[in-house]
């Protein structure tokens, strides 16, 4: 007996290797999942001008950036945009200037499509071999009301899946919302504010990803780097003793073995 629906996700037909440069732009939920990659000695770079929520955003920040990796990650938060009255333009921080000073619009499927072609053709005219993951931020958005909210995620899925459809060879499709909503349906997988994912909720999201996603070496470097890992972070009685010292040196030196190592194959 199933006492949950889980949610399958599709092998993207690529594999992620260890120690691969990625780049990871979007809504709060990026710096989730951009984090987890650091922790497991990704060098990763994460929002690199701040939080980008929608498409239009997440554009601009490609547009800045002149970043090549093989791997990308994009995350939608929201289809709503703030445009500046006076110039027309849409900003990605109103930099906590009054909101008279905003028009607030809601992209339609075709505009979320077009920005997000967009920043994916770019990444793919710096590097023909990258693979551009979408996801949509399983984050609610309550001042929207939950409806609005809803509707706002629906226009996002819709313009992914068009991206996906048309673009499948290297636009992929990571269903980290469905995996918070269909599959972890209960408020303890919810920070408190019951809006945004625990980091229990996050870890399993990290290890489906790793499941589909990393090939089998990065697989054998994430399982050799975890005990270095938790030997960095022991807390001992003594920090200032010999023994301690020595312990440090020898985690350092495992760390640059095995660094070195997979550095060397990649």
Request: glycine letters at 4%.
């Amino acid at each position: 007996m199933e006492f949950r629906t889980i949610v399958k996700v599709e092998h993207p037909g690529f594999q992620i290797e260890p120690l691969e440069s990625i780049l990871f732009v979007g809504s709060c939920f990026a710096d989730h999942i951009g984090r987890r990659f650091a922790e497991e000695h990704f060098p990763v770079t994460v929002n690199p001008f701040g939080v980008m929520y929608n498409p239009a955003s997440i554009l601009h920040t490609v547009q800045r950036c002149d970043l090549s990796p093989r791997v990308v990650f994009f995350t939608l938060g929201t289809n709503h945009v703030y445009r500046l009255k006076e110039t027309g333009e849409i900003v990605d921080n109103c930099q906590k200037r009054p909101q008279s000073l905003f028009q607030e619009e809601e992209l339609s499927v075709e505009q979320c499509a077009d920005y997000l072609l967009r920043a994916i053709e770019l990444i793919r005219q710096r590097n023909p071999e990258a693979h551009i993951v979408l996801t949509v931020s399983p984050i609610r958005y309550a001042k929207y009301g939950y409806h609005g909210s809803q509707l706002s995620k629906a226009t996002l899925l819709l313009a992914v899946h068009r991206l996906v459809s048309q673009y499948g060879s290297y636009v992929h499709y990571f269903p980290a919302y469905e995996i918070v909503l269909d599959e972890l349906r209960d408020y303890r997988f919810y920070q408190p504010d019951m809006l945004h994912p625990s980091d229990q909720a996050v870890e399993y999201i990290w290890q489906q990803l790793v499941s589909v996603y990393f090939s089998n070496s990065a697989k054998t470097f994430l399982q050799e780097w975890k005990p270095i890992k938790e030997a960095y972070g022991h807390r001992p009685f003594h920090p200032e003793s010999e023994e301690y010292h020595f312990f440090l040196e020898q985690t350092r030196q495992k760390e640059k073995n095995l660094l070195a190592r997979y550095e060397s194959n990649f």
